[in-house]
């Protein structure tokens, strides 16, 4: 399982001993699960992303695991990961099977899903293949929105949302991280002028629209094949949002490149499970909107994890992002003072 765990310090010591300080909480929550050494298990970190988690995947005998290092301590009870978890189970979705929790060491031990994320699927998957992919991501989706309608609001994913302040500081991310920081630009105080008041007003409008619970990550890298089946991973961070918020993950992805037919047919075929009574013109002016929001937010992840932790790996997907920016900036005449500014400085969006 290739889920996200960027290696970043771990609150519990300097970056010179982050590996032994890591090793040191991994054997002794092994060494108590076993009631003896850790001996005979083999430690494998998995591969690092945008997170401050850890993963590594525990190989004994035959069977394999995933532990899930966290930063901090954590106390299980409210704990985001463990009551979103029981969320999505309840709702039917696949997700992990939680195998241990030592919430004093940082630790979660997870079932291992193996390493077929959706992105690597789908480079040989067949067209068939693809589509019978999405379909079953969409009505997922559709069922996420269809049973946290029903549940008890209790869980603070349900407290928290995309709203106007959150929505509006996640652009001004993508001004600060990737326009600035990154690309280096140096904006006319007109131009930041401008672009504060398109940021607001994008932002406002998407706040006004109702809510649902939003995986708030959905995308290629976050949904691993096993089974058969497409499992949620990296779902810690939901909270209430836009039906379209997690469409527009999916289907403007910044990893995977997707024929625009496709995507059409995927958010009609969302729109018809999910909203049926909602004009066709204005969910599908709503998707283009919310995916504009996603991608420049995407690009400021991107631009952050370049610049302030040092990390290229997101380098070859800032063109994509760009491309879909460009593509839904065009189309809406409410967009276009924001595409004029960010085309003075950036010649991809131009």
Excluded at 101 to 122: F, H, M
Excluded at 185 to 214: G, K, N, Q, T, Y
Excluded at 228 to 238: K, N, T, Y
Excluded at 333 to 344: D, F, I, S
Aim: charged letters at 30%; one cysteine or more; a negative charge.
């Amino acid at each position: 399982m290739t889920e996200p765990g960027a290696v970043a310090t771990t609150g519990r010591a300097g970056a010179g001993s982050e590996r032994e300080e890591a090793m040191r909480l991994i054997r002794g929550f092994l060494a108590d699960r076993r009631g003896t050494p850790a001996a005979g298990v083999d430690v494998v970190p998995l591969s690092g992303d945008a997170s401050t988690r850890r993963y590594f995947r525990l190989r004994e005998s035959e069977r394999t695991t995933v532990l899930a290092l966290y930063p901090e301590p954590f106390v299980a009870e409210g704990f985001t990961f463990l009551s979103v978890h029981r969320l999505l189970d309840d709702f039917g979705l696949a997700v992990p099977e939680i195998l241990g929790e030592d919430g004093p060491r940082g630790i979660l031990l997870l079932e291992d899903l193996g390493d077929l994320t959706l992105q690597e699927v789908l480079r040989s998957a067949s067209a068939a293949h693809r589509e019978e992919l999405y379909r079953q991501a969409v009505k997922g989706l559709v069922v996420l929105q269809r049973e946290a309608a029903r549940s008890p609001k209790n869980a603070a994913c349900f407290q928290i949302a995309f709203d106007l302040e959150k929505l509006n500081w996640e652009l001004h991310y993508f001004l600060k991280h990737f326009l600035e920081g990154f690309r280096k630009r140096d904006l006319s105080v007109e131009d930041r002028a401008l672009l504060a008041e398109h940021f607001h007003r994008l932002a406002e409008e998407i706040a006004s629209w109702p809510r649902v619970l939003c995986h708030r990550d959905f995308h290629s890298r976050n949904l691993m094949l096993h089974r058969g089946s497409l499992f949620w991973i990296d779902f810690q961070d939901a909270r209430m949002g836009p039906a379209s918020y997690d469409l527009a993950s999916l289907l403007r992805d910044s990893y995977v490149d997707l024929e625009e037919g496709f995507v059409a047919e995927r958010a009609e075929e969302f729109r018809q499970m999910a909203a049926p009574e909602e004009p066709r013109d204005t969910f599908r002016r709503r998707f283009e909107l919310m995916s504009v929001q996603r991608n420049l937010k995407a690009l400021g992840t991107f631009g952050f994890m370049a610049t302030v932790r040092g990390n290229p790996v997101y380098l070859p997907y800032m063109a994509g992002t760009l491309a879909h920016a460009r593509r839904n900036l065009s189309r809406h005449p409410e967009l276009q003072g924001l595409w004029r500014v960010l085309a003075r400085h950036l010649e991809e969006i131009a």
